[in-house]
């Protein structure tokens, strides 16, 4: 039985992941930091599958001890300060956990066992100001947040210690991917979760910023997929994740009320105050290296994922 390590398994990617590698027959751990509050939610349905682990990416000492019990073939890297937003407001925090996190936990695994293979959650927030479109894994980075720039450093350290201690450790450089688990400070989970609660006459707007801001949206369940395939080849490689298609905010506001039966022009209220310092305008990934060399494809259309979290988030405020 393969043991598997996630720091991040309470985030909506580390969720997916877990399921996914117990219905592969995996041992399960989790990292998970002490707080005075439980948050355990998303993986609330795994009790008792999965071994969790108390630790910090901002303490080497924990990883040590995290590696050295759980004893993984595998390690999923999904912790992080993730939300854009709040990396301009806490640049200090974002950089240690997000970018400086990264390094501890690989200096961690040379420390324990150098024969782990390690999986980065990287960030088309990093391409920020894109170069090129599409971006692909050989399109230049320019970050547009202290979140991106992290990422950027989280990157290119896991490049820098696969190429000076042939570790096995590559990056998955993920474009925007959504679910029902998704957290409410996120743009598509504050729409959906928005449509639900004035649909049901508990909300009268939506408060908005950037709605021409394109994305490459995906379904995280699908996504995590991917991470799993990277760590099964022969040599480590970086990969994009992505669908291949662009949609604007405005896009998936239309998508998000039209699915509840609502006029959006009638509640969404455009807010400068919640317009970035500085916006990345155009994200649209080419996953064609993850497809021809991992067999990897996207299974969920923006569609149908837009409707997916719509509906969850009516039946979540229903039954509240």
């Not at 309470?10 to 509050?37: C, H, I, N, W």
């Not at 073939?73 to 993730?82: H, I, T």
Request: glycine share 8%; aromatic share 8%.
């Amino acid at each position: 039985m393969k043991h598997a390590l996630i720091t991040g398994i309470t985030g909506q990617d580390g969720s997916y992941l877990a399921e996914l590698l117990l219905e592969k027959g995996y041992r399960v751990f989790g990292l998970v930091r002490r707080a005075s509050t439980e948050g355990t939610s998303r993986i609330a349905h795994l009790a008792g599958k999965v071994t969790l682990i108390q630790g910090d990416l901002l303490d080497s000492g924990s990883l040590v001890r995290a590696l050295e019990e759980s004893r993984p073939q595998e390690v999923y890297n999904l912790g992080a300060q993730s939300f854009v937003s709040a990396s301009f407001g806490q640049p200090m925090l974002t950089a240690e956990v997000t970018g400086i996190g990264v390094l501890r936990l690989l200096e961690a695994i040379l420390r324990v066992d150098r024969s782990i293979r390690f999986y980065q959650a990287s960030s088309s927030e990093m391409f920020g100001r894109v170069r090129e479109v599409p971006q692909r894994e050989t399109t230049p980075f320019h970050p547009r947040s202290p979140y991106g720039a992290a990422k950027e450093f989280g990157h290119a350290i896991t490049v820098n210690y696969r190429e000076s201690y042939a570790l096995y450790a590559c990056s998955g450089i993920l474009f925007n991917h959504e679910s029902p688990r998704r957290g409410l400070e996120f743009v598509t989970r504050k729409v959906t979760d928005a449509v639900a609660a004035i649909a049901l006459g508990r909300q009268k707007e939506l408060r908005l910023g950037n709605l021409d801001a394109k994305r490459d949206w995906g379904y995280a369940a699908d996504y995590v997929d991917a991470m799993w395939r990277m760590l099964q080849q022969a040599s480590p490689e970086d990969y994009v994740v992505a669908t291949g298609e662009s949609h604007t905010v405005r896009e998936l506001v239309e998508v998000a009320f039209a699915r509840a039966g609502l006029d959006w022009n009638k509640h969404v209220v455009l807010d400068p105050t919640l317009l970035r310092p500085a916006e990345v305008d155009a994200l649209i990934g080419d996953a064609t290296k993850a497809r021809d060399r991992l067999g990897w494809k996207p299974e969920v259309g923006f569609r149908e994922l837009v409707h997916l979290m719509v509906d969850a988030d009516l039946q979540r405020r229903r039954g509240a």
